[in-house]
């Protein structure tokens, strides 16, 4: 059959179907005969001492199976964290115990204290608030820089303070790079805040625990971007279960936006809870439990110093960051302000000299950790903010410094430890230009004032690193897991597919862009490839989605694998056509001795390798079916331009965006739809932080922010429509798919791009703001023009 779509079309996602029609099979879809329904007791306290808690009038309810507290959980592991970071002097991170339930102390509102379990959830519900819960309250700690103060109240008491480690990158550049400041021509000087954030999926968490007691085996459905690693960590690290006895199931999953990817409390509880009960045990998060109870993401305070020549070069960067932990370290917290932030301090730009110190701090609030971008939204937030501040105060145009900066020659070693193998960050930035007309600002500017409204332009340029990598090199950074990822490729007689991934789709359409990449490879209908994901019970060992890893590493995993599968396969075809296995070739479906008109069909070859009778057993066994771990030997390196257009209401201080134009340099593109979509997503939760979320705790460490009644969301109505692009400039040199990975890029180059943009507008209408920490409400740029 030939071959329809493939590589570059946009091919529309099969997935949706079902979506669409209400066929999605989600967690809180799963429910198991005889399950029970579990509640939470959590903490209404930021930070206390559990001085005595009585379950026995819950527990006397009707319907209750049993109730759990904090002692039930004594003999098992605390939550584990997945990356150890070492500080500036060389000292492993203090790294606290994190209880299933809490023991002994709460440590920030939501908390889970005590867990119910009964045959409804409202029966689940009554005897949690039958339970007898006293908490002599100490004092809370929100603010990171008081956390660090010597007079603190400490949020855990063994440990020495608050400060999870003090980290220095690049150490030995730090004595250079203050040298080069005291000898800069000019420097430029920027505080800001990267505002804490809810990730808030469509879906929230679910987890479904089920116990075979007759096998021993356990089995947790849950909401998750990773259900391999879950397993890993919740099998050898909390409840002590072999891997082979517990199988991870995340079904189809209603976005994750890096909340996911994480391993929770409560998918430990229901699996420990299941086995306790003998029975089925069910969670569902209710939205006011998921803002008090998901990782939270961003939560940075920052001082970054930008040096500059004499002929405006860049000559150094500095910055000091805090950075919120929150009560806990999340699976992955220590990486996102260290690694994955540090480390793209440098951006679209030659930098000879940087340094990034970052203190991360313990709070009394909800655990921090990746959210859409993790870390690099941080870096170019700050990194484009003091530029466009540089450029205003030197009095040149922010595009012109940027294009005297940019890297031009690849590959390019930067200062803070990556190599970029690719890029044309000169032709991004003319392409920009080009989409986003902004010749003809001015013109707009001028129609803006004539309707009363201030109008400003904000342009920011932002580089990004993708696919985890390599395992060796991160393992040395202080993972405790290897980042490659996996696939089998097995061909059915009738020539169909199944390809089995370890990467997890929760919205990016894996289901359609993996199939077009096998089906492309061999020529045939991209309906004859079906993607199976999310089940350890049938799919390789795999680190999951997260990272915009799921093309780069994945794809390149499933790519092996088919290589794989070709090569067995031309054998088969070499033996059908009586023909030398160097002259087969493969094309549109159908095996061909080079030169000649004989060939046999993909379909033929498929079921000869079932059916051997036409070839010698000894040389080539039956069967059609190979498995490939991907491990890259570098990140990839998207990189893009946007421009925004913002109107300030000088009477109300009010934002409009007018416009946003987004070029990106994805590499190689599978499915330009997809894409466009992925971009679409990223850039409206940028808008959002630039302009309207924001996580707010007060002094005792209440969540002022718990529920959509007080946490802005963007809406349709919020934003303009976008003009993208994402032709490839420079493909990636270093996979066999030349991709860079796109799920991620809209977050991080659009908040810098809004705030220029009001910054821009604010100074228009002659007021001197040279900064405006997001979001960027009404309230706030009013009060900045007064």
Known sequence: MPKDGGIGASSKRREDVRFLTGAGNYTDDINIRGQAHVFFLRSDIAHGTITSINTSAAEAMPGVVKVFTGTDFEAVGGMPCGWQVTDKHGQPMQEPRHPILAHGKVRHVGEPVAAVVAETLEQARDAAEAIELDIAELPAVVDMKAAVAGDAPKVHDDLTSNLCYDWGFVEENKAATDEAFANAAHVTTLELVNNRLVANPMEPRVAVGDYARGTGDSTLYTTSQNPHVIRLLMGAFVLGIPEHKLRVVAPDVGGGFGTKIFHYQEEAFCTFAAKACNRPVKWTSSRSEAFMSDAHGRDHVTKIELALDGD?????????????????????????????????MAGNYRTPLIYVNVKAVFTNTVPVDAYRGAGRPEATFQLERVIDKAARELGVDPIALRRQNFITEFPYATPVAVEYDTGNYVATMDKLEEMGDLSGFSERRAASEAKGKWRGLGVNCYIEACGIAPSNLVGQLGARAGLYESATVRVNATGGLVVMTGSHSHGQGHETSFAQVVADMIGIDENMVEIVHGDTANTPMGMGTYGSRSLAVGGSAMVRATEKIIA????????????????????DGAFSVAGTDKSVAWGDVTLAAYVPHNYPLEE???????????????????????????????????????????????????????????????????????????????????????????????????????????????????????????????????????????????????????????????????????
């Open 568 to 587: 067995k396969a031309k054998k088969i075809a070499s033996h059908l056509l009586e023909a030398s296995e160097s002259d087969i070739e493969l094309k």
């Open 620 to 786: 080539i066994e039956p069967g059609l079916e190979e498995t490939a771990f991907y491990d890259p030997s570098n990140f990839t390196y998207p990189s893009g331009a946007y421009a925004c257009e913002v109107e300030v209401d000088p009477d109300t201080g009010k934002v409009t965006i007018e416009r946003f134009t987004a070029v990106d340099d994805f590499g190689n593109v599978v499915n330009p739809m997809i894409v466009t979509g992925q971009v679409h997503g990223g850039l409206a939760q940028g808008i959002g932080q630039a302009l309207l979320e924001n996580c707010a705790y007060d002094e005792n460490g209440q969540l002022l922010s718990a529920s959509y009644m007080d946490y802005a969301m963007p809406r349709a109505d919020d934003l303009p429509m976008f003009s993208v692009d994402h032709s490839c400039q420079t493909p990636c040199t270093h996979n066999p798919l030349g991709v860079k990975g796109c799920g991620e890029a809209g977050a991080i180059g659009s908040p810098p791009s809004v705030v220029n943009a009001v910054v821009d507008a604010l100074q228009s209408g002659g007021k001197d703001v040279t900064h405006i920490d997001m979001p960027l409400s009404p309230a706030r740029v009013w009060a900045a023009m007064q």
């Open 312 to 344: 405006n070069n860049f000559a150094a960067i500095r910055t000091e960051t805090f950075a919120n932990m929150g009560a806990y370290l999340s699976t992955f917290a220590p990486s996102v302000p260290t690694w994955l932030h540090g480390t793209l």
